[in-house]
C-alpha cells in the first residue's frame, strides 16, 4: 500500500480549515487547576464531543468526579488492528499573564523574527494543537478513503495538568470497552524542528505542597525578630538541604534506588544526535547545565532524576517594604523520577525530610500533587518501526527514538489498566515555551503533524 | 506644683469624645508604601492640620517630594522649655485581609474574651492611637489651664512605615524652626499592662530586596528541570547560609563588628522584671527562642542583631499546582542592628554574600530598603527622670527604661539635624498585633496614656 496521496493532498488543501478549527478550541480557557475554570473545561469537552460527532466518531462526554473525558469510537475494518488515542484538552495556567504579548485565548498566526509562522495561545502546542493534528488527520483519511484504516478509540481527558487522579479509574472500568492492540499518544516532541522523533523514556513525577506555620498571626519583625522562629528562613533551610551543593545531587534518602546508569552507547548516540549544552540551554538564554555533575543537560532532563522548587510564597510580596516575621510559608515541590525510583516512596522520604528538620514551634502540613512511575516503551512494541517509517517519509529525515523530561502517568496508566503499551508521537519543539508564556505551536508542526498522522494510521494498518 | 487635676478630669469626663476623634482618623487606609493610597495618606495629613489649628497651634502641611509632613507650633510659656513632639499618621499595609475579622479602617470597641476593652483598627497602635493620646492631653490640659505648659512644636510624618525618606532633610532643612530643649516620641510601649516604661535601647535596620533572575521564560520543569538553573533554589540556598543553623548567628562578615555585650547586672535585671521565654513568645503562640542561641527572647530583641526573611516569593503560588521552572525568585529581607553596627557596611557585605553565591547562568538586582543605626538615650537625658516620675504617678507603678526590637530612625534624624535627645514615651502592648491583621489599642492604653502626657507635660514645665 502506497502513501495515501488523495489523504495528503485534502489534509494540504484543507489547512485553513484545520486551523480555524484549532482556534476555536484555543479559545476555551479550560485551566484545570483553577476551580473557576470548571465550565470553561466543559466547554472544551462538548466542542470536542461534537467535532468527534461530526468526523463519524460515536462519541459522548464521561464524567467522572472530576472534569469530564470525552470518548469516540470508530470500528476497525475487517482484519485490522485497533488504536486507543490520548490527548487532553485543558491547559497550563497563564500567569504571569502581565510576561503574554497578547491575549492567550485569543489564537493568533504570528511570524516570528526568524520567519517562522507560529501558532500562539496557550494550548497550542500543550496539548490542543496536537490532539488537532489527530483529528485533522482522520478528517482527511475519512474524506479521502470513506474510512479509517484501523479501529479508533479517542480518549481525551480534561485534567492532565491538575494530577488527573480520575483517569486510571475510568480506563480500569471502561477497559473492556477501550481495549486495542496499542496507544498513541500525542503530548511530546520531536528531537528538532527537522527531525521527527518517537519518545521511548519518560520521567515519573512526584508532586508535593509543604505549608510550614510558626506564630499564632503575623508578626513585627523588630518586636520579634531573632526571638520568634521565621517560618520562611526554616524553609529555605530545609529546600536548600534537598540538594547537594557540590555534586547537584539530590539528597533524600534512597533517592537513587532503581535509578539506571546510561549505558555508554547511549551516552555515545547522544553526543552524536543530541543538542549540545550550549544548544539546549541556549535555546532558553542558559548555557551551563545546573543539577546533576557529571552529565550533559540533555542526560540530566532525559535519563536523570531531580528535584525542582516550582513556587514558593511567604510574607509581605507586594512592591515597596513591609518588616513582617510572617506566620506562614509555603512551597511547591516536585520530584522527577526515571527507572524504578517508586513515586510513594520518595514522597515518604521528603516527608521524613522536612519533619526532621522542623524546629519547636514550628507545625507543617503536606498536601500531595499527583504521583507518576518513570516509564519506557520496549523496542520491539508493535507499531514502533512503521510508525517509525511513515514519520521518517513524512520528513524526509530519519525519525529517532528519544527521551523526555516531562512526566506523562497516562503511558503508566494504560499499561495497568488496558495492557497495552504506548506510542508517543508528537511534534512539540524545546522553545514552544508550554506552561510559560506565550506559548507557541508551529505551523509546521500542525500541518506536517496532520499529515504524519495520515501516514502513521496508513502504516499501522499493514 | 501638683497633679494637674482638672486636666486630668476633663481627660476622663471627655474621653468618648476623644475616642470619636480617633475613630474619623483610623478611617482613613492611609498605606503609604502602596501608592495607590497617596490621597488617603494626604488627607490623614488634612484632617491633622484640621486638628491641631482647632486646638490652638499654628498648623501646616508641609509638602516633600514624597508625602506630606504635618507641623504645629505652640509657644511656650515665660521661662518654660519647649518640646517638639513627633509621630506619623502613615500605617502598614492590611494583607492578608483575609485574616481580619472586621474591616481594617472601621474601627471598633470591642470587649476581648479577657473582659479587655479594645480599639480594633490598622494603626490603632502603630501609631494613630498614640499620636492622638498627646493631642487629646493638649486639648485637656488646654481646656483646663488656657494654655499648655510647656512649648510645643508638632510635626507629624506620613513615610514611617515606608523607609521614611523624606524626614531627615525636612527637619535639616528647617532645624531652625523646630528646635527644641528635647523631642517626645509616641511610637514605643509598656513593659506589660500594668508598668509604664520609656524606651532608651532601639535597633537600627537595613532592608534589601533581592530579586534572581535565571531562564529568559518561565520553563517547564520537566523538559528543563535539573538542566536548568533554578532560582528558587539559588535563594533558599542564599538565605539558608544568612544563619549558621548551630549557633543561630548571622553569617555577613564584619556583621557582630560594633555589637556590645550585655552587661550581666542588666541581664539580672530583665531576668527579674522581664517577660520571661514562655510569656514573651506565649502571646503570639510560641514557646521557644528561635534565635541566637544563649540569650532570651528578650535579650534577643533588645540587645541583639538580627536577619529576618520579611517576604519571598517565586513560580506557581496559587491553588493546584504547575510544574514551573520560574525565571524569577524575590526575597525581602532586613536587618536589626545594635550598638556601633553599620547600616551601609552590612548592606555592602549582604550584597557581597549573595554575588559570592551567585551561580553561573544567574543574574542578581538589589534594591535598597532604608537603613539606619541603632540609637540609645542617655541615662542622665534632661526630662527623662521627670517624665518616669510622672508616668509612675499615673500608673501606680514604677515606671522602667526599656529596650525595643523595633527601629524607629527619627531618633537618630532628631539627633543630627537637631542636636538633641528624644524620650520614647509609649502605651503600645506586646500583643497588639501592630503590621499583623486585627491590630489593637487598648483602650486602657489610650485613656491613661492622655492622663499620663497631661503630668509628662506638666513635669516637664517644672
Known amino acids: 500500500m502506497t502513501a495515501p496521496q488523495d489523504a495528503l493532498t485534502r489534509a494540504d488543501n484543507n489547512l485553513d480549515n484545520s486551523l480555524e478549527r484549532l482556534f476555536a478550541l484555543l479559545r476555551i480557557p479550560s485551566i484545570s487547576t483553577q476551580p473557576a475554570h470548571a465550565g470553561d473545561c466543559r466547554a472544551a469537552a462538548e466542542w470536542l464531543q461534537k467535532e468527534l460527532t461530526d468526523l463519524g466518531f460515536t462519541a459522548a462526554i464521561r464524567e467522572t468526579p472530576g472534569l469530564p473525558i470525552v470518548t469516540g469510537h470508530s470500528k476497525a475494518p475487517a482484519g ?67 474510512q479509517l ?6 480518549v481525551i481527558e480534561g485534567e492532565e495538568e491538575s494530577g488527573g487522579a480520575n483517569l486510571l479509574p475510568f480506563l480500569k472500568a471502561n ?41 499564632a498571626c503575623d508578626l513585627h519583625s523588630g518586636m520579634f525578630g531573632n526571638a520568634a522562629r521565621n517560618p520562611i528562613q526554616v524553609l529555605c ?23 539506571p546508569e546510561i549505558p555508554e552507547a547511549t551516552r555515545e548516540l ?33 535519563c536523570r532524576p531531580t ?22 510559608a509555603t512551597a511547591k515541590i516536585s520530584f522527577r523520577l526515571v527507572g524504578d525510583q517508586d513515586p510513594e516512596k520518595i514522597r515518604a522520604a521528603f516527608r521524613e525530610h522536612v519533619r526532621a528538620r522542623l524546629p519547636k ?16 516503551v520496549p523496542a520491539d512494541m508493535p507499531g514502533l518501526k512503521p510508525a517509525l517509517q511513515a514519520l521518517s517519509d513524512e ?39 508550554i506552561h510559560s508564556p506565550n506559548e507557541k505551536y508551529n505551523l509546521t508542526s500542525f500541518h506536517k503533524g496532520i499529515r504524519s498522522w495520515v501516514r502513521v494510521l496508513t502504516a499501522l494498518a499493514r
Not at 514551634?361 to 519506557?376: I, L
Open 80 to 146: 485490522k488492528p485497533h488504536v486507543l488515542f490520548y490527548g487532553h484538552y485543558d491547559v497550563q495556567p497563564v500567569d504571569p499573564l502581565s510576561l503574554w504579548t497578547a491575549d492567550p485565548f485569543e489564537p493568533r498566526l504570528v511570524e516570528s523574527p526568524s520567519g517562522t509562522k507560529e501558532i500562539t495561545a496557550r494550548g497550542a502546542a500543550d496539548d490542543k494543537g496536537q490532539v488537532m493534528t489527530f483529528l485533522e488527520a482522520c478528517r482527511a483519511l475519512r474524506d479521502a478513503e470513506g
Open 361 to 376: 514551634d514550628c507545625k507543617v502540613e503536606f498536601k500531595a500533587h499527583g504521583g507518576s512511575r518513570a516509564s519506557v
Open 395 to 433: 520528513w524526509g529525515t530519519t525519525a529517532t527514538v528519544i527521551g523526555c523530561g516531562g512526566s506523562i502517568p497516562v503511558v503508566g496508566e494504560v499499561k495497568q489498566a488496558l495492557g497495552i503499551d504506548s506510542l508517543l508521537i508528537g511534534f512539540g519543539l524545546d522553545d514552544d515555551r
Open 237 to 259: 533551610d530545609i529546600i536548600s538541604d534537598l540538594r547537594d551543593g557540590a555534586t547537584g545531587r539530590v539528597t533524600l534518602a534512597g533517592f537513587y534506588e532503581g535509578v
Open 175 to 215: 477497559a473492556e470497552e477501550l481495549k486495542a492492540d496499542l496507544a498513541l499518544i500525542c503530548d511530546t516532541g520531536m528531537l528538532d524542528p527537522d527531525t521527527p522523533a518517537i519518545t521511548t523514556m519518560l520521567r515519573g513525577m512526584v508532586g508535593e505542597e509543604v505549608t510550614l506555620t510558626g506564630a
Open 307 to 328: 528535584c525542582e522548587i516550582n513556587g514558593i510564597s511567604g510574607g509581605y510580596e507586594q512592591d515597596g517594604f513591609k518588616t513582617v516575621l510572617p506566620a506562614k
Open 149 to 154: 484504516p484501523v479501529g479508533v478509540t479517542i
Open 270 to 302: 547522544w553526543r552524536k544526535i543530541g543538542p549540545t549544552d550550549e544548544q539546549g540551554l541556549g535555546s532558553v538564554g542558559l548555557r551551563w547545565p545546573a543539577g546533576e555533575q557529571g552529565y550533559t543537560a540533555l542526560e540530566q532532563t532525559w
